[in-house]
């Protein structure tokens, strides 16, 4: 299975852009790497996917080199709305498609 | 569109009792999920629906849980009896794609589960 890892916590200030960075080595072939957000008492909600290279859309970027084995969600001008978790997951088939979590990054944003 | 909506927000029970958890995916959606976060750990996957069947049950923690999706619709998650360790938030999530590694996942609020 291909385990994401990801810092624990980043500090910020508003407007500042902040990129956190996923390692996920053992991706396969097919696998697409996925970045959801989660506020307190809601559950995860997709922010941006990607297979390889850029992907940018309203609200992030994603970054993912050419051998896919880590990516970098960049979110740009962030403000104190963007204080959450933030997980990077790489979904699997096993006989079936496994999405595993990992700890997530804490993003905390400061005035 | 209404989104994953789950029921009831916050249980509280004793232990030793019964609790069933529901999910109501977006409609049209084949894929379901349950995901569980115990306090201070990481979401653990539970198990996959593909419409009525059980695709991957491997995350279950024991026998006491049981998960359904009759008719393919709407899921439900019972716990019996309930241990003081099955307290946590359990997720439910649908997704449309069946067969690919890009699906997006669309989570339900949860349902806060506290076992005394």
């Known amino acids: 299975l291909a385990k994401t890892t990801q810092p624990i916590s980043m500090d910020s200030y508003e407007g500042q852009e902040v990129n956190i960075t996923c390692s996920h080595n053992n991706i396969a072939t097919n696998d697409y790497i996925t970045w959801y957000q989660q506020f307190p008492s809601q559950g995860p909600r997709f922010i941006i996917q990607?297979?390889?290279t850029k992907v940018t859309n309203e609200v992030a970027s994603l970054f993912i080199p050419a051998d896919r084995k880590s990516s970098t969600l960049s979110l740009p001008r962030v403000s104190l709305s963007d204080t959450a978790v933030y997980y990077c997951?790489?979904?699997?088939?096993?006989?079936?498609?496994?999405?595993?979590f990992g700890a997530g990054t804490r993003l905390f944003v400061k005035a | 569109e209404a989104g994953v909506t789950q029921f009831p927000s916050h249980s509280v029970i004793e232990k030793g009792q019964t609790v069933t958890l529901r999910c109501d995916p977006i409609?049209?959606?084949?894929?379901l999920y349950w995901y569980r976060r115990v306090m201070g750990k990481e979401i653990k996957f539970l198990l996959h629906f593909v419409k009525e069947s059980k695709q991957d049950e491997s995350g279950m923690p024991n026998n006491r849980f049981l998960a359904e999706r009759t008719g393919g619709t709407y899921s439900t998650l019972k716990v019996q009896p309930a241990e003081l360790e099955d307290s946590g938030v359990y997720f439910c999530?649908?997704?449309?794609?069946?067969?690919?590694?890009?699906?997006?996942?669309?989570f339900g609020s949860g349902t806060q589960l506290s076992v005394l």
């Open positions: 999530a649908s997704s449309q794609v069946v067969t690919a590694t890009n699906e997006k996942l669309f």
């Open positions: 409609s049209g959606h084949d894929n």
């Open positions: 990607g297979y390889k």
């Open positions: 997951l790489v979904a699997t088939y096993t006989g079936g498609f496994k999405t595993i």
